[in-house]
């Protein structure tokens, strides 16, 4: 922390009014950590040799299957010139091809930089980074109840992820702005991600053309130079699983891999529909399917920034419907993420995933689950973490909220067990004694404020004093909660000229297009 902060904060105290209040409300910001420090071992779900078998298995894939490559001749001929088999539109990759372009050439590690440079994230190793959810068409309140997303909706999430101590990402398509035109949407996203927050963000990835656009529009606010050698973009690339790339995503890929910004390569897998119902038998065609794609970012720029990522859930027998916070899920991430450290990559994966229509226990239970569980995996890059309800179809504010307070809790998990002198308390021991209490004693007093996480939405008073406060629920809490926090909301700084420039580029590209639905 700077002098000047610290003075700031110090001077915030000190004065009354409106001016106290916005130095409250800036402090609250400003004590957010930039991304997790990971001080806890990885769990090994299963042993070494296990994941040589699936390494092994993923390998027999890659080359007697293969991976198709629609519609893009030149990833056909860059991956013939690279030593693999064309056959059509299918590729198949000798043993070890796709690891040896992987392992010589992608970062372990890498820094995304934010406009604010405090808040740049370094995305790999013992870091976890976490993020809103992504590509919700629908948003939910208890208000208005389910609706269309509207771009009003979209600065919304956006102003209350740079708000959330909990969060270190803005995020990307936070919710999809139906109210604007589906071939343009892309500027004003990226632009409300620039101007309302200045924490790092994604690219748009609906085509190559959206993609180069927002590489464009970084390009102005970081310099182009600048953008060429560091990261200050990372977007997301689904697998069109089962084994499949489509033109859309390629051609998204080939952008931000050739301008240096990073991608997420992740197979997107509803087990039982688009891999094996066993989950040894999905995590192998996860790893074949991101080893082709992640190879594939090295063929397009040695050394690009590029992260091994996974979304894994199962399909109900019964119903056909994808279903969240249940073990085979679980399984898949942390034998994922093991693979991920074994490739030398970072790893992604969800996030507060959820079935629910609602913020209700099923919400709060099943994105409870997998929040921990990409946690204790070695998540590096944590997609999803809040606002995830209805499997992804739905942006819930309250749901938010609930799930940021979750956000929190993890910087403590992750941060390992205080061994200092102070957490060993053998002075409040003494002092206290057999059959006495610690409420009073010197030791909990020089504690107390930090003693414990602190809930910003659950309730533990008495019963009595519960109802005297209303008698609301979790969610009628968060409610609350996310109002005030848009009320408090105070934007940060960008220069007046970078702000010209890109309400200018985002004028003269508007106009060189017809609106679309497309």
Not at 501 to 513: E, G, I, P, Q, V
Request: with cysteine.
């Amino acid at each position: 922390m700077t002098e000047d902060l610290k003075t700031r904060r110090r001077s915030g105290r000190d004065r009354g009014g409106r001016d106290g209040r916005l130095a409250s409300r800036g402090a609250r910001v400003e004590k957010s950590f930039p991304f997790i420090e990971r001080k806890i071992p990885y769990f090994d779900y299963v042993n070494e040799s296990s994941l040589e078998l699936i390494e092994q298995n993923a390998d027999i894939l890659l080359e007697e299957v293969g991976i198709d490559f629609l519609d893009d001749p030149e990833a056909l001929t860059m991956w013939s010139e690279a030593g693999a088999h064309v056959r059509g539109s299918r590729v198949h990759f000798p043993k070890g091809l796709c690891r040896s372009l992987i392992q010589e050439n992608a970062p372990s590690e890498f820094i995304q930089y934010a406009r604010n440079s405090d808040r740049s994230v370094i995305i790999g190793g013992k870091r976890t980074v976490l993020v809103p959810a992504y590509g919700s068409p629908f948003v939910h309140d208890l208000d208005q109840g389910r609706r269309y997303a509207t771009i009003e909706d979209f600065k919304n999430f956006v102003k209350l992820a740079y708000m959330a101590p909990g969060l270190h990402h803005s995020g990307g398509t936070v919710c999809e702005p139906v109210d604007l035109p589906v071939n343009k949407r892309h500027f004003d996203m990226t632009y409300s991600h620039l101007k309302y927050s200045d924490k790092p963000l994604m690219g748009s990835v609906t085509s190559s053309e959206r993609a180069k656009d927002t590489v464009d529009m970084v390009k102005l606010v970081f310099g182009e130079k600048f953008v060429d050698q560091n990261c200050v973009l990372i977007s997301l690339i689904n697998v069109n699983s089962p084994m499949t790339y489509d033109a859309t995503m390629l051609g998204s890929l080939k952008v931000y891999a050739r301008n240096n910004q990073a991608t997420v390569v992740s197979p997107f897998i509803l087990a039982g529909a688009m891999s094996p119902v066993t989950a040894a038998g999905t995590v192998t065609q996860i790893l074949a399917e991101a080893l082709a794609g992640i190879a594939f970012t090295q063929l397009c720029r040695p050394g690009a920034p590029v992260v091994f990522g996974t979304f894994a859930a199962a399909v109900s027998m019964a119903s056909g419907a994808p279903t969240f916070g249940t073990p085979e899920p679980s399984q898949i991430v942390f034998v994922a993420a093991a693979l991920a450290r074994r490739l030398g990559v970072p790893f992604r994966s969800g996030g507060g995933l959820c079935g629910s229509k609602l913020p209700d226990a099923q919400a709060a239970y099943e994105a409870a689950n997998t929040l921990q569980t990409s946690a204790i995996a070695g998540v590096n890059f944590m997609l999803h973490t809040a606002g995830w309800l209805e499997g992804g179809l739905t942006m819930g504010y309250e749901k938010f909220v609930m799930d940021c307070d979750q956000a929190s809790m993890l910087s403590l998990l992750l941060g390992g067990m205080d061994m200092s002198e102070n957490a060993q308390a053998l002075d409040a021991v003494r002092e206290v004694g057999p059959g006495k209490h610690y409420l009073g004693c010197s030791h909990t007093l020089k504690n107390f404020e930090t003693a414990f996480y602190r809930s910003t939405v659950a309730d533990n008073n008495s019963f009595e004093q519960w109802q005297a406060d209303g008698g609301l629920d979790t969610a009628q809490r968060a409610n609350g909660l996310w109002k005030q926090w848009l009320h408090e909301y105070e934007p940060p700084k960008i220069d007046p000229s970078v702000d010209e420039s890109l309400l200018d580029f985002m004028a003269r590209r508007k106009s060189c297009f017809e609106d679309r639905d497309y």
